[in-house]
């Protein structure tokens, strides 16, 4: 195999679990150049990915068909004679761009019924026996029902130093001091989010204890609420959701010294990052998606209701999070900014 093209997932937590599959395929196929499509708020995570050569960042929208902007990328992609498709995502129509591309082998899950568009399909496994992440997109590496590997490589983005200071002097960011990034988002909904007042709390202990860190929230313009109302109470936190790009967002992350963040993308960007990092986990489940770091400390409740996978608490207290102190969240934290002294 010379060439081959990733339909990217649409998330950035789960394009962060597939990145294992590539440097699983490159290991097979040494000389593979690989190339993916994604959306392009996902783009700047693949970028970031060694094994990756080249990104086509789409405006595909997300539960949308969109079927003429699929047949024009189709089309400009059949002048690129990929050897190969690895699908990722299950949905029937993120399969259509590699077969109207005329690409010999399209692989994959066989999702929402892709018969006729993937040639070589890997069964869909039942919820209740789904692996981790990382194992489910590593076995397209394989051929249908092989045997995975347990020792996969855990997900790892690279990162520049010099991006890193360019945008921490956008920020006039003192990267002599340390920093420390808050994640207060979620995008699946608030029964993932710590509340603004914990992560407050946890600003103020930081505050007391290690004076000269620089505190700043990261995240998506639909955050910056949240970080508003966590700097209103510690006025040593900056908001500065929304403001960064992904790309300038994973850069201020490779420098921090530490991370505390719920359940979400940016959270899995942290881990292959390789920063120390506190998870705050709710109502999903850390053994299924876990940070994939041997930096991460996981903080979870795991209460008689969680998980529950719900968006919003269906209880109406979301104790999961709520009884999670920030005090228990400094004990984790404490060690890290110490180590990075």
Same mark, same amino acid.
């Given at each position: 195999?010379?060439?081959?093209?990733?339909?990217?997932?649409?998330?950035?937590?789960?394009?962060?679990?597939?990145?294992?599959?590539?440097?699983?395929?490159?290991?097979?196929?040494?000389?593979?150049?690989?190339?993916?499509?994604?959306?392009?708020?996902?783009? #700047?995570?693949? @970028? +970031?990915? !060694?094994?990756?050569?080249?990104?086509? &960042?789409?405006?595909? *929208?997300? /539960?949308?068909?969109?079927?003429?902007?699929?047949?024009?990328?189709?089309?400009?992609?059949?002048?690129?004679?990929?050897?190969?498709?690895?699908?990722?995502?299950?949905?029937?129509?993120?399969?259509?761009?590699?077969?109207?591309?005329?690409?010999?082998?399209?692989?994959?899950?066989?999702?929402?019924?892709?018969?006729?568009?993937?040639?070589?399909?890997?069964?869909?496994? #039942?919820?209740? @026996? +789904?692996? !981790?992440?990382?194992?489910?997109?590593? &076995?397209?590496?394989? *051929?249908? /029902?092989?045997?995975?590997?347990?020792?996969?490589?855990?997900?790892?983005?690279?990162?520049?130093?010099?991006?890193?200071?360019?945008?921490?002097?956008?920020?006039?960011?003192?990267?002599?001091?340390?920093?420390?990034?808050?994640?207060?988002?979620?995008?699946?909904?608030?029964?993932?989010?710590?509340?603004?007042?914990?992560?407050?709390?946890?600003?103020?202990?930081?505050?007391?204890?290690?004076?000269?860190?620089?505190?700043?929230?990261?995240?998506?313009?639909?955050?910056?609420?949240?970080?508003?109302?966590?700097?209103?109470?510690?006025?040593?936190?900056?908001?500065?959701?929304?403001?960064?790009?992904?790309?300038?967002?994973?850069?201020?992350?490779?420098?921090?010294?530490?991370?505390?963040?719920?359940?979400?993308?940016?959270?899995?960007?942290?881990?292959?990052?390789?920063?120390?990092?506190?998870?705050?986990?709710?109502?999903?489940?850390?053994?299924?998606?876990?940070?994939?770091?041997?930096?991460?400390?996981?903080?979870?409740?795991?209460?008689?209701?969680?998980?529950?996978?719900?968006?919003?608490?269906?209880?109406?207290?979301?104790?999961?999070?709520?009884?999670?102190?920030?005090?228990?969240?400094?004990?984790?934290?404490?060690?890290?900014?110490?180590?990075?002294?």
């Amino acid at each position: 195999m010379r060439r081959a093209l990733v339909i990217a997932p649409n998330w950035i937590g789960d394009a962060l679990m597939a990145q294992p599959l590539l440097s699983r395929l490159v290991k097979l196929h040494p000389r593979i150049e690989i190339d993916a499509i994604a959306p392009t708020w996902v783009a #700047p995570v693949l @970028e +970031r990915m !060694p094994e990756i050569r080249d990104v086509y &960042a789409t405006d595909l *929208a997300h /539960g949308k068909l969109q079927l003429l902007r699929r047949w024009q990328l189709a089309s400009d992609l059949r002048a690129e004679h990929y050897d190969a498709a690895y699908v990722l995502p299950n949905s029937l129509k993120s399969a259509l761009i590699p077969w109207l591309a005329n690409i010999p082998l399209r692989i994959g899950y066989t999702g929402e019924s892709r018969y006729g568009l993937l040639n070589v399909r890997h069964a869909n496994p #039942p919820k209740d @026996e +789904r692996p !981790p992440m990382v194992k489910h997109y590593a &076995a397209l590496a394989w *051929a249908p /029902g092989a045997k995975v590997p347990d020792d996969l490589p855990l997900p790892r983005l690279e990162s520049d130093p010099n991006e890193a200071s360019r945008v921490s002097a956008r920020f006039n960011l003192d990267t002599r001091v340390p920093l420390l990034v808050f994640c207060p988002g979620a995008e699946y909904g608030p029964a993932k989010r710590w509340p603004p007042e914990h992560f407050a709390a946890l600003a103020r202990m930081v505050g007391q204890s290690f004076p000269y860190t620089q505190i700043v929230a990261l995240g998506s313009p639909k955050d910056a609420p949240l970080a508003q109302a966590i700097a209103d109470q510690a006025p040593n936190v900056r908001n500065l959701c929304g403001q960064t790009a992904l790309g300038e967002a994973c850069a201020l992350i490779s420098r921090a010294s530490a991370v505390v963040t719920n359940d979400s993308g940016l959270m899995h960007v942290a881990a292959a990052l390789r920063r120390p990092l506190v998870a705050l986990y709710g109502s999903t489940d850390p053994r299924h998606t876990p940070p994939l770091s041997e930096l991460a400390k996981v903080q979870w409740l795991h209460l008689d209701c969680s998980p529950c996978f719900a968006r919003e608490c269906p209880l109406g207290h979301q104790k999961c999070l709520r009884d999670l102190s920030a005090e228990q969240v400094f004990d984790d934290l404490r060690g890290m900014l110490v180590a990075q002294r």
